[in-house]
């Protein structure tokens, strides 16, 4: 099997490549940044959108569809990759999230945004893959580094500037405008890429593993589904959720066992035979959900319970988001010192349990800068776990499987996001219906959460039913949190069966040399990959 890199190069003639042009690296480095916004930016503008389409009841799908795919689709991205180009794969990928966007602006009811953010989701699970993969093959190793450091800081960046630019375009211009927003700069990363982005490299020669790819998102759905409806939809025996799980769990299981035989399978299981890569993706699975609640729920609190205006509501979480980027810069500093790989996630999962025990204390009355900065502390230790699991993953496995493993890093952060999106979204939803049928009654709760409960619907109703919607509001966030505890105090626990290296970094060996393919499969630059369609107009 040909890989990208010959086996018979060795190290020093991989770092004599050229360095990159700017523009290329720029292009690839927006197509991430894109994928991490859009996850984040309709978080603040949820509440304006549920008033203007209706669907309260099918709120936390608007998120997870775009998560679920996101994830479905990442591993499918990058075999694609491997096996017909890299760079295509991207551009490729940059189109379908762009047509998903301008769909999903134009959305008339719920359903029809769910699924075009699921289209989103597609294109967007082979934004992070893709850049990541191109810049593997044609950044030289002595600027990695400093590339992987810039994508540790676009991360927070964008997790910051989602919520905050869906709040601002929202109250500005409409809630639509946050998926058109993305077609400037999709379009700009995507002429960037085609224009900057050289590459000829040997592609891998295998069949395509489709029965992986069937079953891999078979089980994610079905897992989705069950964690979704579970409790609200159908009670916890049912045969219809019961069967779902059955499907989860067959589904996955298959797909495990197709993976061990697969000649090309998506997911190499040789990955997980290192400890410290398996305990890291469970971390970044455990993270991502807490992360995904806390971000998709919190603005509901500041704009229905507290009053907040959807822009202040994104502003208000920069305690979280600050603290996640703050604390992602020094880690990477502090990793390299001996016992980083087991310290820092135990650190980071006992911060972020206590952070998450902290917005326990808000209330009704709860002042909004208190509420802001006590955020701050869950952000500090979702920090601290993500960026000591992302450097652990990145350290444990070999060069040539560096871009398998940062597909499967980037597959169960998201599946993580959806999962706990899902789960905690129906506790969320049940909580407020309950407490606003207990205290309005069914008819007034029905109409309140069938569409009429929007920030700017507040200020036109009786006292008495803006302290209802801010109890309920309250007391669904209190139910999500307490699942954001439970995972934190989950993250904890398994941060202690992390091995710590010896020495101060662990050190990577180069990869055994292979015989040298005897007719390498140059990669061309397809005719009709859309960047190359794009300049020649």
Not at 462 to 475: C, H, N, S
Request: hydrophobic share 50%; charged share 15%; glycine share 14%.
């Amino acid at each position: 099997m040909a890989t990208e890199q010959s086996g018979g190069q060795n190290k020093e003639q991989a770092d004599e490549r050229p360095k990159p042009p700017l523009l290329g690296v720029v292009g690839l480095m927006l197509g991430i940044f894109l994928s991490a916004l859009d996850g984040q930016i309709i978080g603040t503008a949820l509440p304006t959108i549920v008033g203007d389409l209706g669907g309260l009841e099918h709120l936390s799908w608007a998120v997870t569809a775009y998560l679920l795919t996101s994830a479905a689709a990442t591993p499918l991205w990058g075999r694609l990759g491997d096996l017909y180009g890299r760079k295509g794969a991207y551009q490729w990928a940059v189109v379908v999230f762009l047509a998903g966007s301008v769909l999903a602006g134009l959305a008339q009811d719920m359903g029809q945004l769910i699924a075009f953010r699921g289209l989103q989701g597609i294109g967007a699970g082979g934004l992070m893959v893709g850049a990541l993969s191109v810049i593997g093959v044609l950044v030289p190793a002595s600027d990695r580094a400093r590339v992987q450091s810039v994508v540790g800081v676009l991360m927070p960046i964008a997790f910051v500037g989602g919520p905050l630019l869906g709040g601002f375009l929202t109250e500005r211009l409409s809630w639509r405008w946050a998926f058109y927003v993305n077609l400037p700069v999709g379009l700009v990363a995507l002429l960037a890429v085609g224009v900057g982005v050289r590459l000829r490299t040997e592609r891998v020669r295998a069949p395509f593993d489709w029965a992986g790819v069937a079953l891999l998102t078979t089980g994610i759905l079905a897992l989705t589904l069950v964690s979704s409806w579970g409790g609200t939809a159908y009670s916890w025996t049912s045969p219809v959720l019961l069967g779902t799980a059955l499907v989860a769990v067959v589904a996955l299981g298959w797909f495990a066992r197709t993976e061990l035989r697969a000649p090309g399978p998506l997911i190499p299981p040789a990955l997980f035979r290192d400890r410290n890569f398996t305990v890291a993706q469970m971390l970044g699975f455990l993270t991502g959900a807490v992360m995904i609640a806390l971000v998709g729920y919190l603005p509901l609190y500041l704009q229905l319970a507290r009053g907040a205006s959807p822009t202040a509501g994104g502003l208000l979480l920069l305690p979280l988001m600050l603290g996640m980027m703050g604390t992602q810069l020094v880690t990477a500093r502090l990793m390299g010192r001996p016992g980083g790989e087991r310290r820092y996630p135990l650190l980071g999962g006992a911060v972020t349990l206590a952070g998450g025990a902290l917005l326990l204390l808000l209330r009704t009355d709860t002042p909004i800068a208190v509420a802001s900065a006590l955020t701050a502390v869950a952000g500090i230790g979702l920090g601290l776990v993500m960026q000591s699991t992302l450097l652990t993953s990145m350290g444990a496995v070999r060069p040539q499987d560096m871009g398998a493993a940062m597909g499967v890093v980037t597959l169960l952060r998201s599946i993580g996001g959806s999962l706990g999106m899902a789960a905690l979204g129906a506790v969320y939803t049940a909580r407020l219906t309950d407490s606003l049928t207990e205290r309005l009654g069914a008819a007034e709760a029905g109409r309140l959460t069938g569409g009429g409960l929007t920030p700017a619907s507040l200020d036109g109703l009786p006292a008495e039913v803006r302290d209802a919607v801010g109890a309920a509001v309250t007391g669904g966030l209190h139910g999500t949190v307490v699942g954001g505890v439970l995972l934190a105090a989950a993250a904890t626990a398994l941060a202690c069966l992390v091995r710590p290296q010896q020495g101060a970094a662990r050190e990577i060996k180069p990869p055994k040399p292979e015989p040298e393919p005897t007719k390498p499969d140059p990669e061309p630059e397809p005719a009709d990959t859309p960047a190359k369609a794009a300049t020649a107009g």
